[in-house]
């Protein structure tokens, strides 16, 4: 693992069945105590829910900085990546962005960020054939 902070876009991390990439980089860097951010389009109360339902009352233990409301067209120090990268107090080499997010991966790659997406499972249900009536004349 060379980054040294993990920025997780809440897209990344539904509240059921994410992708298990995320899943396992997130507990990686709670195993070596890096420091994690979360960032989310979601306006404060949405995301709260969505971190409530899927770390309960664990996600202010595991994420050091939230930002909600982000506007990943930003630029500048208004930038979501460049207020999360200053909250940790960790350079933009040093930092990956997990996210499944068009918007949140062209911000980043714009900060210099590092971007992993995870791998993102489609559950399909099986396609039933269709049934043709045979009629005999």
């Not at 693992?1 to 920025?7: D, H, L, N, V």
């Not at 420091?35 to 233990?61: K, M, N, T, V, Y």
């Not at 997406?117 to 489609?122: D, E, F, G, K």
Request: aromatic share 4%.
């Amino acid at each position: 693992m060379t980054a040294q902070a993990f920025i997780f876009d809440l897209s990344a991390l539904p509240a059921q069945g994410g992708p298990a990439d995320a899943e396992r980089l997130l507990d990686e860097a709670i195993e070596h105590g890096l420091p994690c951010a979360l960032i989310s389009e979601l306006p404060h109360r949405q995301a709260g829910e969505q971190l409530r339902r899927r770390f309960g009352d664990a996600a202010h233990h595991i994420f050091s900085v939230v930002l909600t409301g982000a506007d990943f067209g930003a630029r500048g120090h208004k930038a979501p990546y460049s207020v999360v990268l200053d909250q940790l107090g960790v350079p933009a080499d040093e930092a990956l962005a997990v996210t499944t997010s068009p918007r949140a991966i062209a911000a980043a790659r714009n900060a210099r960020i590092g971007v992993r997406t995870p791998a993102v499972q489609i559950m399909r249900k099986p396609l039933r054939k269709p049934v043709v009536q045979q009629t005999r004349h």
